[in-house]
């Protein structure tokens, strides 16, 4: 299907444990973003790329890893998973860098027990 | 970074009333300015956006105004319905940091 789909939809995991997160996008966007979204606090860049094999921190990059071997995808991992990261997660791409319409994916939610 | 701040968090109007959103940013070299609807457990989508060398922008009934001088836009939903009930975000992109910063939301609730 075109578009940009996330996975899993859902998942829990356990403190400590290592969890990926999956971004796929079929327009081979050249920009891909990841945010985490929680309530008072809006929509937060993680980690965004500008092309394959180029990465760059967001507003709040710690405790996550990004690659971007393949322009359509973009995973996310968590290396050691904690609590505060208990979180809805987007993916989003677009053509720009920021000054074009974002395609968003529909969401990741995580909770780390 | 840039800051964008949101008022008001959350607004409730009559179904038909019209709605005024409002954001303000630091950095005057930002020079796009989008707004994004967010649909209960839905994923967040582009309504309208304006550039810099634009005053207004108009979509049916909703409208995009920015004001370069103190550094505010807003976002006016004229006739509201039912299903205009979301969160709405706005965004700022400042080229020198390559990426959009949101503000953090307003729940829109348009009651019958």
């Known amino acids: 299907d075109a578009g940009i789909t996330q996975s899993p939809r859902y998942k829990i995991t356990e403190t400590g444990r290592q969890v990926t997160l999956m971004c796929h996008q079929t327009?081979?966007?050249?920009?891909m973003f990841w945010y985490r979204q929680d309530l008072g606090h809006g929509l937060r860049l993680i980690y965004y790329?500008?092309?394959?094999?180029?990465?760059d921190k967001g507003e709040v990059p710690d405790g996550y890893v990004v690659s971007r071997s393949k322009t359509e995808n973009f995973p996310l991992t968590l290396e050691s998973a904690t609590r505060s990261q208990t979180s809805v997660y987007f993916c989003?791409?677009?053509?720009?860098?920021?000054?074009?319409?974002?395609?968003f994916g529909q969401g990741t939610r995580l909770t780390v027990v | 970074g840039e800051n964008v701040e949101q008022h008001p968090s959350t607004l409730s109007v009559q179904e038909g009333d019209s709605a005024v959103i409002k954001c303000t940013y630091s950095?005057?070299?930002?020079?796009?300015f989008p707004w994004y609807k967010q649909e209960l457990g839905k994923r967040p989508q582009l309504i309208i956006d304006?550039?810099?060398?634009?005053g207004e922008k108009k979509d049916q009934r909703i409208a995009v105004t920015l004001n370069k001088t103190a550094k505010h836009f807003s976002l006016h939903i004229t006739e509201t319905q039912p299903e205009d009930s979301a969160v709405y975000f706005c965004?700022?992109?400042?080229?020198?940091?390559?990426?959009?910063?949101f503000g953090k939301g307003t729940m829109l609730l348009v009651s019958p």
């Open positions: 304006i550039r810099s060398n634009v």
């Open positions: 989003a791409s677009s053509s720009g860098n920021g000054n074009t319409e974002a395609f």
């Open positions: 950095d005057s070299a930002s020079n796009y």
């Open positions: 965004a700022v992109f400042y080229s020198g940091y390559s990426t959009l910063t």
């Open positions: 790329s500008a092309a394959a094999d180029i990465t």
């Open positions: 327009w081979s966007h050249s920009y």
